[in-house]
């Protein structure tokens, strides 16, 4: 049967770093249909934070290509997500794009089926800052199995194929086409729960930035672990159904304190518009 891969690129640049890498990865898997969907190809609006989507009869009010872009990942076998780093972090095409992962739950269980790998680019090893951490948190809470990742350190386009980041994409393939052989290389210190590299340290317990699952970390070994299962799929159902939602109703019943806050705030300060000027009153000006 015929097995399909689609790469999912963040970067505008077209056969930049991220496109040519996933290519490679895919080229590796021997998988026989290959597609690329450049999430800089379509359109990803703002998430309105109306909290509509929670209820799954309800799809998301914002007229863009979000459907369309988690409709197309549900009919591959697997995903490559290949994502640079813009500013420390993931480019802001992927964040509005997780920016909406509460309408996303519907899918969950397709996701569940596909399995999947990330490719993180920066141009300096040590600017990387939280972009792998995020875009793996990211495809493990719309619920793909993630079954490896790896920062490349790649500056201008067509670096990711140098000669020694040849094996890794090679690596990649391999996790991706048998979960058995798992892999998420590391130079530094990761959360044995979701694979994070950022860490808050209170008192002298590390607790992973993004699953708070937390320990002791000493002598190359964790001590007192305690593991969140943040990305679990229990921890998502406890998160959404058992405290957003809870929340949403919550909201709802204290309509009049918010009417009565909206009227204290909504007249303090000037609007900025295309038509007002800096430092006006807010009327149009000639
Ligand atoms: C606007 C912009 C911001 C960037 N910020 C970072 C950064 O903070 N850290 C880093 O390591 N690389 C940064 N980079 C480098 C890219 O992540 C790197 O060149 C990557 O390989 C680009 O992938 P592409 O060729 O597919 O576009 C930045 C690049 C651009 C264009």
């Known amino acids: 049967m015929a097995t399909s891969v689609l790469l999912v690129t963040g970067s505008f640049r077209r056969l930049g770093n991220c496109e040519m890498f996933a290519k490679e990865v895919a080229v590796q898997t021997q998988i026989d249909q290959i597609a690329v969907l450049r999430l800089t190809d379509f359109t990803l609006k703002p998430c309105m934070g109306c909290y509509r989507c929670l209820n799954p009869e309800h799809r998301c009010q914002v007229k863009d290509d979000l459907y369309f872009i988690l409709e197309t990942m549900t009919a591959y076998d697997h995903v490559i997500f290949s994502i640079p780093t813009y500013v420390l972090g993931p480019v802001g095409q992927f964040k509005l794009m997780a920016d909406r992962l509460a309408c996303m739950s519907g ?20 600017w990387r800052g939280v972009t792998q951490s995020m875009v793996n948190a990211v495809i493990r809470m719309m619920g793909f199995r993630l079954t490896g990742s790896a920062f490349i350190e790649a500056a201008l386009p067509g670096e990711s194929l140098d000669e020694a980041h040849i094996p890794v994409a090679r690596a990649l393939a391999e996790a991706l086409c048998n979960p058995d052989k798992p892999f998420f290389p590391s130079k530094t210190l990761v959360c044995p729960s979701c694979g994070s590299d950022l860490f808050f340290v209170q008192e002298r317990r590390l607790i992973c930035a993004l699953c708070d699952s937390s320990g002791e970390y000493r002598d190359g070994a964790w001590l007192s672990f305690h593991d969140s299962g943040r990305f679990s799929e229990k921890g998502f159902v406890e998160h959404f159904e058992g405290w957003l939602k809870p929340k949403v109703i919550e909201y709802a019943g204290k309509k009049d304190y918010h009417r009565m806050l909206r009227e204290r705030y909504k007249d303090i300060g000037v609007k900025i518009t295309r038509k007002t000027a800096p430092l006006s009153d807010g009327s149009e000006g000639e």
């Open 107 to 126: 899918l969950y269980p397709a996701f569940q089926r596909i399995g999947a790998v990330s490719a993180v680019f920066g141009g300096i090893e040590s």
